[in-house]
């Protein structure tokens, strides 16, 4: 099995930062490309930026110049600097790994976080 444990969400005054986190463990034995996405209420999941097994980022241009992706192999984790936040970065963030497992070493999947509240409010 594998699972992904998110944390850092919280409560914050625009203009402010907040990091996540998201740590997978398990019986892992490869990790892919790395993601967090974003839902707020009545709105589709959208996605806030990737990071690949290179190093490689993309951001949605929402948040391109405010939020940083990075990724720290040895601890299986991917990071989300936010700064400058919005109220319009309110929403539940989660985290997305692309995983194979020791079991299936040539078969990856998506795997998600349980999700995180972000609420930028003054």
């Known amino acids: 099995q594998v699972q992904l444990v998110e944390s850092g969400g919280g409560l914050v005054q625009p203009g402010g930062s907040l990091r996540l986190s998201c740590a997978a463990s398990?019986?892992?034995?490869?990790?892919?490309?790395m993601g967090w996405y974003r839902q707020a209420p009545g709105k589709q999941r959208e996605q806030v930026a990737r990071?690949?097994?290179?190093?490689?980022?993309n951001y949605a241009d929402s948040v391109k110049g405010r939020f940083t992706i990075s990724r720290d192999n040895a601890k299986n984790t991917v990071y989300l600097q936010m700064n400058s936040l919005e109220p319009e970065d309110t929403a539940v963030y989660y985290c997305?790994?692309?995983?194979?497992?020791?079991?299936?070493?040539?078969?990856?999947?998506?795997?998600w976080g349980q999700g995180t509240q972000v609420t930028v409010s003054s």
């Open positions: 990071i690949s097994s290179g190093g490689v980022t």
């Open positions: 997305n790994q692309l995983i194979s497992r020791v079991q299936a070493p040539g078969n990856p999947t998506d795997y």
């Open positions: 398990g019986s892992i034995f490869r990790i892919y490309g």
